[in-house]
């Protein structure tokens, strides 16, 4: 159980189109997603929650119209690279929360998606 | 805000020796602690989790960590070490119950015959 899929696993763009990655959970109704944006050889950088049927929250430094989330359902949300450029290019994870025991809201990973921005 | 330090962004073992993978951390309030382990172009699978109680937690594959409070540790250890453990590692924190979870920034482990 708790599994979480990401589509497509990679994907390949010329500069200035758009990109979407969706992000799925399988077996379970996710309460809440997050987007993490992961480069090579680091570590994964939270880039934003949603939360189903509102609008996202951003961190710090992460252009909302630049990386346009929307939670349409419970099972389904999807990160859109506007515009995308050469420096977009990064490992792209997705995770889905559900209500655990102790209230603990355990992160179920997606398997990422490799943009690659030529 | 909490912050998580993995010390050794690499770390080499044998095959059969002990896998020890340091983690500390910083929080105002308790924190619960997480490892994740990635292997290469995939996402990241829980290996353990520490959230109340009993401080040493056995996870997945052999693995086991402790947290520490005087320390501020949850370092992560492995009695004998795999070729398959060949992967990178992330330690990670969040306060008390709540979803953002910070990430250290990873410990490749290799492990050779």
């Known amino acids: 159980g708790a599994v979480v899929s990401q589509h497509p696993s990679w994907v390949i763009c010329k500069s200035g189109t758009s990109v979407k990655i969706e992000c799925r959970s399988l077996?379970?109704?996710?309460?809440?997603m997050f987007w993490y944006r992961q480069f090579p050889k680091q570590s994964l950088m939270l880039m934003a929650t949603?939360?189903?049927?509102?609008?996202?929250t951003y961190e710090q430094g992460v252009e909302k119209d630049k990386f346009l989330i929307n939670h349409a359902s419970l099972t389904l949300s999807t990160l859109t690279v506007t515009s995308a450029h050469p420096e977009d290019s990064s490992f792209y994870i997705c995770?889905?929360?559900?209500w655990g025991s102790g209230g603990l809201n355990e992160q179920f990973f997606g398997p990422g998606t490799r943009l690659t921005v030529l | 805000a909490q912050s998580v330090t993995q010390l050794g962004s690499h770390v080499s073992v044998s095959e059969g020796a002990l896998v020890l993978l340091r983690c500390n951390y910083s929080?105002?309030?308790?924190?619960?602690l997480f490892w994740y382990v990635q292997y290469p172009n995939q996402g990241l699978q829980l290996l353990l989790k520490?959230?109340?109680?009993?401080?040493l937690v056995k996870g997945i594959n052999g693995f086991e960590a402790e947290f520490k409070k005087s320390e501020t540790s949850f370092h992560l250890t492995k009695p004998s070490a795999h070729m398959s453990d060949a992967a990178e590692y992330f330690c990670?924190?969040?306060?008390?119950?709540?979803?953002?979870?910070?990430f250290g920034t990873g410990t490749q482990l290799k492990v050779e015959l």
């Open positions: 995770s889905a929360t559900m």
């Open positions: 520490y959230t109340t109680g009993a401080t």
């Open positions: 929080s105002s309030v308790p924190p619960y």
């Open positions: 077996d379970f109704q996710a309460t809440t």
């Open positions: 990670a924190v969040t306060r008390g119950g709540g979803n953002k979870l910070t």
């Open positions: 949603s939360n189903e049927g509102s609008k996202a």
